[in-house]
């Protein structure tokens, strides 16, 4: 996975990613008598920093969900491996745990604001996704009128094939460009296994420090996944070298390539004023069997 920043390791990739700042150029209009007709090109938000944060070992977002309402506790979204007491293991699900984690709000060009403070831990796991989601001390009115900030919404659509992405990283304050090549039904990586998970094209070579932050689909300006992890080395289906898996049973390795969990269910898991409901309709995040204490 794309794990936390590890010393030298992490400072030379950085140095050898290739970090892109601009949304991909709109097509050639067309020559000749086809340019009086020329459709109109789909409408893309500006992706910038505003909404994302940096963890001491991660990246992260403020998100929203649909249903969100500005009075409403507000919620930072990293992932399951970022969680602060380690990861969780292969089919734990930790709900509902106190936390004080602080998170660094960034300005639209990255700059810091100030900080927010978590108060618990609402839903960690890193079985069928790698997702923790935190409740924070203040509500989203209260961060809007203190940092001028705006939360990201959850989309509740599916990710699309082909779709232009960000992946926008608050601890490298850099954000990654490229497109959704496709979905893997099952990636595996060491004793986790995570399903129906965003393969990026090669643009998007994320490092250690990564980790947690929100893809951006640049047409709706939505979260559309979390971005997680890539295979650094070439193994086969080893920490930091996942595999994909098909509904065969066939296993294939691709170096270099990135991956990113979807979130689009996630809205349906969250009822009035965030609170979290396993038992929701149309919910799929994996349920506790325990709660870790």
């Not at 390539?257 to 995040?285: Q, R, S, V, W």
């Amino acid at each position: 996975m794309s794990r936390p920043l590890v010393g030298t390791l992490a400072t030379a990739a950085l140095g050898a990613a290739a970090l892109l700042t601009a949304a991909a150029p709109a097509g050639a209009a067309p020559v000749g008598p086809a340019a009086h007709h020329k459709p109109t090109p789909p409408r893309t938000q500006a992706v910038d920093f505003a909404g994302t944060v940096a963890l001491n070992n991660c990246s992260g977002s403020i998100v929203k969900m649909p249903t969100s309402q500005p009075n409403d506790p507000a919620l930072v979204m990293t992932n399951g491996h970022c969680l602060e007491t380690g990861m969780p293991a292969a089919g734990e699900v930790i709900v509902d745990q106190p936390s004080s984690r602080s998170f660094t709000v960034l300005d639209k060009s990255a700059g810091n604001l100030g900080t927010l403070t978590a108060t618990k831990v609402v839903y960690s796991t890193m079985t069928d996704t790698d997702v923790t989601l935190y409740q924070t001390g203040s509500t989203y009115a209260q961060i809007e009128q203190k940092y001028g900030i705006k939360p990201l919404e959850v989309s509740t659509d599916h990710p699309t094939k082909g779709a232009a992405i960000s992946v926008v990283s608050g601890y490298w304050k850099k954000t990654y460009n490229c497109s959704v090549d496709g979905f893997a039904p099952t990636v595996k990586e060491g004793d986790w296994t995570w399903k129906d998970s965003v393969r990026y094209t090669p643009e998007c070579n994320v490092i250690g420090g990564t980790s947690g932050s929100p893809v951006i689909d640049n047409a709706t300006g939505k979260v559309t996944a979390i971005n997680n992890t890539i295979n650094e080395n070439g193994e086969r289906c080893t920490v930091n070298n996942p595999c994909e898996v098909d509904e065969s049973g066939n296993v294939t390795v691709h170096q270099g390539i990135g991956y990113a969990e979807e979130t689009y269910t996630i809205p349906k898991c969250f009822g009035a004023g965030n609170k979290l409901d396993l038992n929701g309709d149309g919910c799929t995040l994996p349920k506790p069997s325990g709660v870790r204490r």
